[in-house]
């Protein structure tokens, strides 16, 4: 027999196994020493609106019979070692998944992705953080897994209408990941278990016949009467396929640049820039869970999402928190000498005494007249500018310039700063000396109005860290919306992040898979 529960449990009900067992059998009618059953959570959200924080659960119960298997775990991929192969520029989610998909719809995967593989990829990353040294190639941004491996692998999305997004839970719990990304409302995984599943996606890849080349960088396409052929990588060698998937993340200016000089069509497109803003995580879990002390040993870290409509000089735009990291770090995102990017992660206990969010206010194209010269790069060459004035006033390394929060609102120079999360260290500064006016006003303005809304949010006890500026691509690859392929230059399917039609872990996975589907079906013989 087969029941199902739903529930509103205290903390300490819903997230203690005994306990919740417990619940559920009491709700049942069965003894509480019942051997001949299971109980287990499919669904769980926190509602912490009111004084006492709740859990919402949806719970099975089996009785007298075995409990049924979550999902249905993929089958082995077939081989593809012999198939026609398709180019996947990026090993990032968008195509990691593409290249899954294509080798279950029988197509030979070759993926070129310019950083190392994701072991490997750690010495980088330490560099950065102890010696301020950045490698164009291999960094938070790039490399195996792409910016998603040092994330806080939050699942969460909206885009319902890009795919199926349990499918993508399903394969990633196939690969590693806990059944919990299944159940939670707000799945996460954690940037110390990413790098373990990412290696065994690869491995899928690899064992079904796909290619996975590190350390190959494209610099040149192949194009032959107005279609995508193939790339030519840095060592001059050409490599080709039915079609390109291009995934390469959010980041990768030289393949716009190098889009823009062959003359294919891209776009500049609106994006967001602004700070990570750090407070303590006791703070944020006393303001979200009305607790006076701690949030005890039951609930998790807390959030929060923060929004609030800004007007300056007459033009509206909105100012809102951006990948919120509970219990996490702030880490060095720069993909180049010479400029400072912050980017936040969390581990999967989401145990750091850390808080921090990128709180960021939407850039439009109307913004930046001075920026229009450069045509589709506008947006992308306003970025940069602004990472490079970070990186001078943090004193020319990656120390990043910061200012007490109160400070910044009330345009005073903060004489101390707190204890950081961010490894490279901090140096005061006047954040204005950073931000243009149209961002910095408008933060000043939010921030006032976040305090209004989280009581003790708006405190001296946090402080900005600049800059935040690869909230999403500043270039947009057009593609056409039923195809999938870019308007003017046939076998070129732009994809995920970077092109401008994803933003996250599982949009991106959703989007690789489509763009895969599309390109197979189109291309591929059938």
């Known amino acids: 027999m087969k029941k199902t529960f739903t529930?509103?449990?205290?903390?300490?009900?819903?997230?203690?196994p005994e306990i919740f067992k417990q619940v559920v059998l009491k709700?049942?009618?069965?003894?509480?020493?019942?051997?001949?059953?299971?109980?287990?959570?499919?669904?769980?959200?926190?509602?912490a609106r009111g004084r006492n924080v709740k859990?919402?659960?949806?719970?099975?119960?089996?009785?007298?019979?075995?409990?049924?298997?979550?999902?249905?775990?993929?089958?082995?991929?077939?081989?593809?070692?012999?198939?026609?192969?398709?180019?996947?520029?990026?090993?990032?989610?968008?195509?990691?998944?593409?290249?899954?998909?294509?080798?279950?719809?029988?197509?030979?995967?070759?993926?070129?992705?310019?950083?190392?593989?994701?072991?490997s990829r750690r010495r980088d990353l330490a560099a950065i953080n102890k010696d301020h040294f950045v490698n164009p190639d291999s960094n938070y941004c790039f490399g195996e897994g792409g910016a998603g491996t040092y994330s806080d692998g939050k699942l969460y999305t909206r885009s319902k209408k890009r795919g199926d997004v349990r499918r993508i839970m399903e394969i990633l719990v196939a690969h590693g990941a806990t059944e919990e990304i299944l159940v939670d409302a707000h799945p996460h995984i954690g940037t110390n278990k990413l790098p373990v599943l990412v290696t065994k996606?690869?491995?899928?890849?690899?064992?079904?016949?796909?290619?996975?080349?590190?350390?190959?960088?494209?610099?040149?396409?192949?194009?032959?009467?107005?279609?995508?052929?193939?790339?030519?990588?840095?060592?001059?060698?050409?490599?080709?396929?039915?079609?390109?998937?291009?995934?390469?993340?959010?980041?990768?200016?030289?393949?716009?640049?190098?889009l823009h000089a062959k003359n294919v069509l891209i776009e500049a497109k609106p994006f967001a820039l602004g700070v990570r803003i750090e407070h303590s995580q006791n703070l944020i879990d006393q303001i979200q869970y009305h607790c006076e002390v701690d949030r005890g040993p039951y609930l998790p870290a807390s959030s929060y999402s923060l929004v609030q409509q800004t007007q300056f000089k007459g033009k509206q735009r909105g100012v809102f928190s951006f990948c919120m990291?509970?219990?996490?770090?702030?880490?060095?995102?720069?993909?180049?000498?010479?400029?400072?990017?912050?980017?936040?992660?969390?581990?999967?206990?989401?145990?750091?005494?850390?808080?921090?969010?990128?709180?960021?206010?939407?850039?439009e194209l109307e913004d930046l007249p001075q920026y229009q010269k450069y045509g589709p790069l506008a947006a992308m060459h306003f970025q940069a500018e602004i990472e490079k004035?970070?990186?001078?006033?943090?004193?020319?390394?990656?120390?990043?310039?910061?200012?007490r929060m109160m400070d910044f609102v009330n345009r005073k120079s903060s004489s101390t700063l707190l204890d950081t999360s961010y490894q490279p260290g901090l140096a005061s500064s006047n954040m204005d000396e950073v931000l243009p006016d149209?961002?910095?006003?408008?933060?000043?303005?939010?921030?006032?109005?976040?305090?209004?809304?989280?009581?003790?949010?708006?405190?001296?006890?946090?402080?900005?860290?600049?800059?935040?500026?690869?909230?999403?691509s500043?270039?947009?690859?057009?593609?056409?919306?039923?195809?999938?392929?870019?308007?003017?230059?046939?076998?070129?399917?732009?994809?995920?992040?970077?092109?401008?039609?994803?933003?996250?872990?599982?949009?991106?996975?959703?989007?690789?898979?489509r763009c895969a589907e599309k390109l197979i079906e189109a291309y591929v013989k059938a």
């Open 7 to 16: 529930l509103q449990l205290s903390p300490k009900e819903a997230y203690d």
């Open 27 to 47: 709700k049942a009618g069965l003894k509480s020493d019942e051997k001949d059953c299971s109980v287990r959570q499919i669904k769980r959200s926190i509602d």
């Open 55 to 119: 859990v919402n659960v949806e719970a099975e119960l089996f009785f007298h019979e075995p409990p049924t298997p979550r999902f249905d775990p993929p089958t082995k991929y077939q081989s593809v070692k012999n198939s026609d192969p398709i180019i996947i520029v990026g090993a990032g989610p968008a195509g990691l998944f593409a290249a899954l998909r294509a080798i279950e719809l029988g197509v030979k995967p070759i993926v070129i992705e310019r950083g190392k593989d994701v072991q």
């Open 201 to 258: 996606l690869r491995e899928s890849i690899l064992d079904a016949g796909g290619e996975v080349l590190f350390d190959t960088r494209v610099e040149d396409f192949v194009i032959e009467e107005n279609e995508l052929k193939g790339v030519v990588t840095q060592d001059g060698e050409k490599i080709h396929g039915l079609g390109v998937i291009l995934a390469t993340g959010h980041s990768a200016r030289d393949i716009f640049e190098l």
């Open 325 to 363: 990291c509970p219990g996490g770090f702030i880490v060095p995102a720069a993909t180049s000498p010479g400029e400072l990017v912050v980017n936040g992660m969390s581990p999967s206990r989401r145990d750091s005494k850390f808080a921090n969010s990128g709180m960021v206010v939407a850039v």
């Open 389 to 403: 004035k970070a990186w001078e006033v943090g004193g020319k390394t990656q120390v990043a310039p910061a200012q």
């Open 438 to 472: 149209f961002i910095a006003e408008r933060m000043r303005f939010a921030f006032k109005a976040f305090g209004q809304k989280m009581k003790g949010y708006l405190t001296n006890e946090a402080q900005l860290i600049g800059v935040e500026s690869r909230t999403s």
């Open 474 to 513: 500043p270039v947009r690859v057009p593609r056409d919306r039923e195809s999938f392929e870019h308007p003017e230059l046939k076998r070129l399917y732009p994809c995920g992040e970077g092109a401008g039609y994803a933003g996250g872990i599982v949009s991106a996975a959703m989007d690789g898979e």
